[in-house]
DNA sequence: TGTCCGAGTTTTTTT
DNA sequence: AACTCGGACA
């Protein structure tokens, strides 16, 4: 509180300029390691306690829950009180927050929900079978791109221009469908809440104006990451009178493929007033070699604003690359080195394993499940993006809103009650021809008498069930005021209520397998969670706050622990985050870079720069590793080093003889086809791993010898084969008949 | 209507 | 390997 003076001193005079600068707009160009939160953090604290600004008066916007959390909890600690009320947060649940608070002026109903892109892709599919697509043909997949691609360019269906092509006719068709079923069912898509926010400023100048005089300073935090809907927020919200300061680093921008643009944070300075930019080049976090690399690496890039980043640290340990076998000794050997890390007094929490996608950490897992090493797992499926959840959810979805048309399709029949498929399609057919909801839908269908009697009883039992449940009703049936529900009882009773009342508890209990088990826990954890949520947002129900809190941060998927844990996540996850240990893995052509990203140059280079983040995310040690054959979509495949590794210079590297510690330990786990310890002089792997049709890795077949795996290319014309019963030979490749 | 089975398809990254 | 979908059958 009152070390105002200190706060300053601890920041070197980069820093201090982007801190203490009060004349500019300002563009904040900070490389990895460089400090970047402590310039955010600190210039709110320098405003608010140098520059008497209300806290009220300032916005801070982040891309990421975590980014939100931190800073909150940096800037609390540094200004010593309390953050509450103050606006930090994501572009999300900003945008989420004005649309609350002005629903009327953005037209959307009170009870709007957000919707996630599980729930979305559902809507996209169902509405294309009511316009008679075929699924094969049209992709639902695509559709979903092209309608968030379109929100993220900021268009609407309507500003569309008819086109003689049949993809865009169809697209365009498709998105209008979905814009008029979110609207009916008060639906919010994650790029509508920015959209949505755009448009009501747009729409209601002296809302916006509102805004602009009440937020003096305006701090945007990975500006790079910024899409064009997102900026063009910012620009209308930036006027003379206050100031907005963006931190970026355009070589750390990898979500390109969800609309972010860079050439926003070149734009920066064409576009606002008054700029000046500084640079922040120091890196306090890595070794000089770790350093090195990631230079190397990202100067594949062109179109750089370019900076290069320095550390008065020594050059550290050399990198390490190891060269495994299969994606099991890969994980085998990073395990080992976790062990040996914590034989050494360390602590396992400080080592992290990073990978491209998902799917890479299942042999991860169960590779230190099974040398019973504690981990915890970021990402993938995440708590409220599970199916029993969201089951749940659903019926707390309808609730508030009857006319949740996918909330009600996603439980109609679960548990099932007799609403079979004949019922649901009618359902949907009269809810269609007369621009109903479902719920409504249902309840024609009933007074109309249009149903057998079975099918109506079971129908009817759902509707009562939903109602009774409805904390709020009486007797009503389906009545459509949607007013705010009432607060008589606590969140979690109410869930718990919910849960019981609909079955569902029930339902899970029935089957015994460990699956259930799993769901049921989920479950009861879901009433830990509304029992422990605190509301943030006073002027909504407890419940749609909770709600809103499950669509927007999807949870942890798993419980929020200390204790010391191996952290395992993708690269995007590790984003903003560093460790002392870095394992970077599955560096291989196809993997890393994706496949799906090296047919343009333009994908290419956002792997790149994803390489680049995974590299300065180490401290002291980065181990880099790729395995020869790996299982991927259920068969084992070949691989092919990253060419990520070939721009890393030699004299940062450190090459650990592959497979040597296969034999040692672990022999059970891998019998027989193991081949006998590899060692690599030079990098030679890199530089050739294929010759003429054979390729490292592949198996093949020798007339004397038998089948055998190929492990390395002397020469151009000498082949090294592992060969089941014979073990490892080098072959001269003009004589030898492989096949 | 509900359930089970097999065939076929599919896989990046996240708010 | 994991998921979805459609069809056959109870």
């Known amino acids: 509180m009152n070390n105002n003076m200190n706060y300053l001193d601890t920041l070197n005079p980069a820093q201090r300029e982007a801190v203490t600068d009060d004349q500019h707009n300002l563009l904040v160009l900070a490389g990895a390691g460089s400090g970047k939160t402590k310039v955010l953090t600190h210039r709110i604290a320098w405003l608010i306690h140098q520059q008497q600004i209300s806290p009220y008066a300032i916005l801070a916007v982040t891309f990421t829950n975590k980014a939100a959390h931190e800073m909150k909890d940096r800037v609390e600690k540094l200004i010593d009180m309390p953050t509450n009320g103050m606006w930090i947060g994501t572009f999300h649940s900003i945008a989420h927050r004005l649309l609350r608070m002005h629903w009327q002026n953005a037209n959307l109903p009170e009870t709007f929900q957000i919707i996630d892109s599980e729930d979305q892709y559902r809507l996209i599919r169902r509405i294309m079978k009511n316009l008679n697509l075929d699924e094969a043909a049209w992709p639902p997949k695509q559709a979903q791109w092209y309608i968030n691609k379109q929100k993220d360019e900021g268009i609407r269906p309507k500003s569309i221009i008819e086109s003689q092509d049949l993809f865009q006719q169809t697209m365009l068709k498709i998105y209008a469908a979905y814009e008029k079923a979110c609207q009916q069912s008060g639906l919010v898509d994650f790029a509508e809440l920015l959209l949505r926010s755009h448009e009501l400023w747009l729409n209601n100048p002296e809302l916006l104006n509102h805004y602009a005089k009440r937020f003096q300073h305006i701090l945007v935090d990975e500006f790079q990451d910024t899409n064009t809907i997102q900026y063009a927020w910012l620009r209308m919200l930036v006027n003379e009178k206050n100031k907005i300061m963006i931190v970026g680093d355009d070589d750390q921008s990898i979500y390109g493929w969800r609309g972010a643009k860079i050439e926003n944070i070149h734009q920066f300075e064409k576009d606002f007033s008054n700029t000046s930019t500084v640079r922040l080049e120091q890196n306090y976090r890595s070794t000089g070699n770790i350093l090195q690399a990631a230079n190397a690496v990202i100067s594949g890039n062109y179109n750089r604003l370019g900076k290069n980043l320095w550390t008065q640290a020594g050059k550290g340990e050399p990198i390490s690359l190891y060269a495994a076998f299969n994606d099991r000794d890969e994980a085998r050997f990073i395990t080992n080195r976790i062990i040996t890390w914590t034989q050494q007094g360390n602590k396992a929490c400080e080592c992290a394993i990073l990978y491209r996608s998902n799917a890479q950490s299942r042999v991860l897992e169960e590779t230190l499940i099974q040398a019973n090493l504690p981990y915890r797992i970021y990402g993938g499926t995440r708590f409220y993006e599970r199916a029993e959840i969201k089951n749940a959810l659903a019926y707390l979805r309808l609730m508030i809103n009857r006319n949740d048309d996918p909330a009600l399709e996603r439980i109609i029949n ?129 419940l749609t706050s909770f709600l809103t809190h499950a669509a927007l941060e999807a949870g942890e998927n798993q419980a929020e622990s200390h204790s010391d844990c191996i952290q395992l996540m993708t690269l995007h996850a590790a984003k903003g985050l560093e460790f002392p240990v870095v394992f970077l893995t599955g560096l291989e052509e196809g993997l890393f870079p994706h496949q799906m990203s090296m047919d343009s140059v333009e994908k290419l280079e956002e792997e790149r720069r994803l390489c680049y983040v995974g590299i300065t995310r ?14 991927l979509h259920g068969s084992e495949m070949c691989r092919q080093p990253s060419q990520f590794l070939r721009a890393i210079p030699n004299e940062c590297l450190e090459e650990i003889a592959g497979a040597s510690r296969l034999s040692s330990g672990q022999a059970r786990a891998v019998p027989l086809q193991i081949p006998r310890p590899i060692s690599y002089k030079k990098r030679s792997v890199i530089t050739e791993t294929s010759c003429g049709n054979f390729k490292v890795g592949q198996t093949v077949s020798h007339n004397k010898f038998g089948e055998g795996i190929i492990l390395n290319f002397e020469g151009n014309a000498r082949v090294q084969v592992n060969f089941k019963k014979f073990g490892t030979k080098t072959l001269d490749l003009n004589y030898a008949k492989l096949s």
């Open 414 to 542: 679960l548990p099932t009650r007799g609403i079979g498929n004949t019922t649901l399609t009618l359902i949907r057919q009269t809810a269609r021809t007369n621009n109903f909801s479902m719920w409504q839908a249902c309840q024609h269908l009933i007074k109309n008498d249009s149903l057998t009697t079975r099918s109506q009883n079971n129908l009817l039992t759902f509707l009562d069930l939903i109602n009774t449940m409805d904390p709020r009703s009486t007797d009503r049936v389906g009545d459509d005021t949607q007013q705010a529900i009432t607060n008589e009882l606590p969140l979690h009773e109410l869930t718990e209520h919910v849960l019981t009342c609909s079955g569902l508890l029930e339902y899970y209990k029935k089957d015994k397998s460990e699956k259930s088990l799993n769901r049921r826990e989920n479950l009861t954890e879901l009433i830990n969670a509304t029992k422990e949520f605190d509301v943030e947002d006073e002027s909504t129900s407890p």
């Open 618 to 631: 180490a401290k002291q040690k980065l181990y880099l590793t790729y395995a020869h054959t790996r299982m």
